[in-house]
């Protein structure tokens, strides 16, 4: 079993930056794949980015590649969404997410969720 609490998340303005932290409880937190999504209102939850259980390989959704960066922290017990150059797109309530799939962007491979962080962008 593995409880995820995010938090992080803010209004700022658009071109600034967030980081958004997840911690995780579990004895078993370094063989997890982790995941953030997100879900803007009256829109269905999206992939964000992937890292893998050693933290080795990412993966991210095109709208955010190359501002986004997704690390893990595992004497931690952390995952981290580094969020630099936001836009106004970018606001939603972000979730991070626990697998054993690696690196995928759908819902259904990740067993573990943590309750979101709301992060708002303001033009």
């Known amino acids: 079993q593995v409880q995820l609490v995010e938090s992080g998340g803010g209004l700022v303005q658009a071109g600034g930056s967030l980081r958004l932290s997840c911690a995780a409880s579990g004895r078993t937190f370094s063989s997890y794949a982790m995941a953030w999504f997100r879900q803007a209102p009256g829109k269905e939850r999206a992939f964000v980015a992937a890292i893998s259980w050693s933290g080795g390989s990412t993966y991210y959704a095109d709208s955010v590649k190359g501002r986004f960066t997704i690390s893990k922290d595992n004497a931690k017990n952390t995952v981290y969404l580094q969020m630099n150059s936001l836009e106004a797109e970018d606001t939603a309530v972000y979730y991070c997410?626990?697998?054993?799939?690696?690196?995928?962007?759908?819902?259904?491979?990740?067993?573990?969720w943590g309750q979101g962080t709301q992060v708002t962008v303001s033009s």
């Open positions: 997410a626990a697998g054993h799939f690696g690196l995928v962007p759908g819902n259904a491979f990740y067993d573990y």
